[in-house]
């Protein structure tokens, strides 16, 4: 059983497309985020969502949209895509604040083309 | 610069070889963690440490809080260990999310 599940693996799609990328977590964790990891493997936190409510906002466009219908859910929505989006996103899950190891999803790997 | 260092950003070992891969941060964390992503893109979380020693087969962490330090060893190194190896430290404090390294490229040669 996948503990933190990601759907696509590969997205490839046109400049200007709205997609979304979907992740599932069935750890029972409160805490799950969104990581984008650039072209030089760098990971930067995206968003951060506890039991549903948005904690971390770093600074991304607001084409970029998360959305948690429930606490085993966080989705991400992309508006407008740009060139520049192009880059693996992974999801995680952990337990609240940080106490506990984080899982990984297996990562999308978006092209904007 | 960045907040968590890590050294080398590559490494080419020798099956059999002992490997240390180093990670020094510059803010007060709570736990460090150490991940390894493999060749197809999946991140598997190795370790998660707040003080002392951790021992997981062939893979062995360490923390000095005093220091601001910490290594990942690896045993009697084999091709399948490698892939990239990131530490993430968790900073304490209120802004709880982690800060990647830039991550080490392990090649192991048969």
């Known amino acids: 059983d996948t503990a933190v599940s990601q759907t696509p693996k590969y997205l490839v799609t046109q400049m200007g497309n709205d997609k979304s990328i979907k992740c599932e977590q069935n750890?029972?964790?409160?805490?799950m985020y969104w990581y984008k990891q650039d072209s030089k493997k760098f990971l930067k936190i995206m968003f951060s969502?506890?039991?549903?409510?948005?904690?971390i906002n770093e600074t991304v466009p607001n084409r970029f949209s998360p959305k948690s219908p429930d606490k085993a859910h966080l989705n991400l929505h992309i508006n407008s895509l740009e060139l520049g989006d192009s880059a693996v996103y992974f999801c995680?899950?952990?337990?609240?604040?940080?106490?506990?190891?984080?899982?990984f999803g297996q990562g999308t790997r978006l092209t904007v083309v | 610069k960045n907040e968590v260092e890590q050294s080398p950003q590559n490494l080419t070992a020798q099956e059999g070889e002992f490997i240390t891969i180093n990670c020094s941060y510059s803010?007060?964390?709570?736990?460090l963690h150490w991940l390894q992503q493999h060749p197809g893109g999946g991140i598997v979380s190795l370790f998660m440490?707040?003080?002392g020693k951790k021992k997981h087969g062939r893979l062995i962490a360490t923390i000095n809080i005093q220091e601001k330090h910490s290594s990942l060893h690896i045993t009697a190194s084999h091709p399948r260990d490698s892939a990239v190896y990131i530490c993430?430290?968790?900073?304490?404090?209120?802004?709880?999310?982690?800060?990647f390294g830039s991550g080490t490229q392990l090649t192991v040669l048969p």
């Open positions: 995680a899950s952990s337990p609240p604040q940080g106490r506990g190891e984080a899982f």
């Open positions: 750890l029972g964790h409160d805490t």
């Open positions: 969502y506890n039991n549903k409510e948005l904690i």
């Open positions: 803010v007060g964390i709570s736990a």
């Open positions: 440490l707040s003080s």
């Open positions: 993430a430290g968790l900073p304490s404090g209120s802004a709880r999310q982690l800060t």
